[in-house]
């Protein structure tokens, strides 16, 4: 499994590997550099099967921890920077690693292993959940998953050495961690950002530099707002990581930016569905209650039920044509006077008024209809309550317009863009 990045130094040395805040970094570099990083953990005691925990920013010292671990066969463990200092100190005694790296390694290396340290089915990564209905939990993927997910990508969107990846979602986020994978398997370039800039993106963008890249909708939306007009080398922009908003994807399209709505999670090392279907090798269904079930090799064996099926707890179905469409999670239902109500149908509603710049909904109790819909907005310019009920109930039907209306300068989300609905009602 380390042959992941020496191939891809082997065949092309001086290709781009990573473009980074420090710099641009070829393939020989990015591989003398794990190398180093490599002998250095094993300098700090390091050993096989041993966890890695990293809170490096986005970059190149990033990058060559990365590729260290297939050749330790060690286990790499990105933390979330954004965390409080309490949070931060329970993912790392739940993670237990040898060592947690919060600088580039320095120093002298010891000598690495005669063979290389990884297996197919080994623990590549150890990565928590994004956290946006409950508290994070840990995740195992394997080589063997990452691999299957990066062959999937490839199968459905071809990646070749030409191609340059942009990458702003955070690296402790499955999104982040697989584009630096997939690009080290297929030789292509990772333009990492350190966090999300607009004018940076939009500039990225505009000037041909990224072919490819990974987006959540917040992300799009800003650089609407930013003045994005075009993307001449972009082949496919990855849009997930929660509700996509019909206006935002008319956006899209009227300026040429070929998005792609996709489908992933942290236990499936990334995406499954992007654009019309599932990927190659995913296998999916809808289970009772419609509830979206997953299963392939990219699927972290630690995260499948007893029946063999990954319980995503989203809610979702499949049109005559097998394109899903992702209705929510199941949990996230208010139940008004006997109605279901979907949180997730009621947020793209209010989205689409030109005034709402974000929105989120929650349930309140009510003692005559047990629950109401509250919705929690952001909004631009002046736009009463009564004027964003009526566009809600030109969309919707009556007993899914919200009851009440909160006003904030911003709403809760988490670093991969992802509502923190559970905090709506304390913000």
Not at 80 to 96: D, G
Not at 100 to 119: I, N, R, S
Not at 166 to 191: D, E, M, Q, S, T
Not at 261 to 274: C, F, I, K
Request: charged letters at 20%; glycine letters at 12%.
């Amino acid at each position: 499994m380390s042959d992941w990045l020496s191939h891809s130094a082997d065949r092309a040395p001086g290709a781009l590997a990573v473009r980074a805040p420090e710099g641009d970094v070829t393939y020989a570099e990015l591989a003398e550099g794990a190398a180093r990083a490599a002998g250095r953990l094993a300098a700090h005691g390091v050993r096989r099967g041993d966890r890695v925990a990293v809170t490096l920013a986005p970059g190149r010292a990033f990058a060559e921890l990365l590729h260290a671990m297939p050749l330790l066969g060690t286990v790499l463990v990105p933390l979330n920077t954004r965390l409080s200092a309490a949070e931060l100190r329970a993912q790392v005694e739940q993670a237990a690693p040898r060592i947690v790296v919060e600088e580039p390694l320095d120093g002298p290396g010891a000598e690495l292993p005669a063979q290389p340290g990884a297996a197919p089915g080994d623990a590549f990564t150890l990565l928590f959940t994004s956290g946006s209905t409950a508290r994070p939990k840990p995740v195992v993927l394997t080589y063997a998953n990452h691999a299957a997910s990066a062959a999937a990508s490839h199968a459905n969107l071809p990646l070749g050495p030409d191609d340059r990846w942009l990458c702003v979602l955070p690296l402790f986020h499955v999104g982040g961690l697989a584009i630096l994978v997939r690009c080290a398997i297929a030789g292509a370039c990772a333009v990492v950002h350190d966090g999300f800039h607009a004018d940076a993106v939009r500039r990225s963008l505009e000037s041909g530099e990224a072919t490819l890249a990974s987006l959540v909708p917040t992300m799009l939306r800003r650089l609407a707002a930013a003045g994005l007009r075009e993307a001449p080398a972009l082949r496919a922009a990855l849009l997930g990581g929660g509700p996509i908003p019909r206006d935002l994807l008319d956006w899209a399209r009227a300026h040429g930016i070929p998005v792609l709505p996709t489908y992933g999670m942290t236990e499936t090392a990334s995406q499954v569905v992007t654009g019309d279907g599932p990927l190659p090798g995913v296998e999916l269904r809808i289970g009772p209650g419609g509830e979206i079930l997953l299963r392939g090799p990219m699927v972290s064996e630690g995260a499948l039920a007893a029946d063999g099926w990954l319980h995503t707890g989203d809610r979702g179905s499949l049109d005559p044509a097998g394109r899903l469409h992702v209705e929510g999670r199941l949990k996230e239902v208010i139940v008004t006077g006997g109605e279901n109500v979907s949180m997730a149908e009621v947020e793209e509603a209010l989205l689409a008024h030109p005034a709402v710049a974000d929105a989120g909904v929650a349930g309140r109790p009510d003692t005559e209809w047990g629950e109401v819909v509250v919705a929690h907005v952001v909004v631009a310019g002046d736009v009463s309550d009564h004027d964003l009920a009526a566009h809600c109930r030109a969309l919707l039907a009556g007993y899914k317009v919200p009851k009440a209306f909160v006003r904030h300068e911003s709403l809760p989300r988490n670093a991969a863009g992802k509502l923190l609905r559970g905090r709506l009602s304390a913000v």
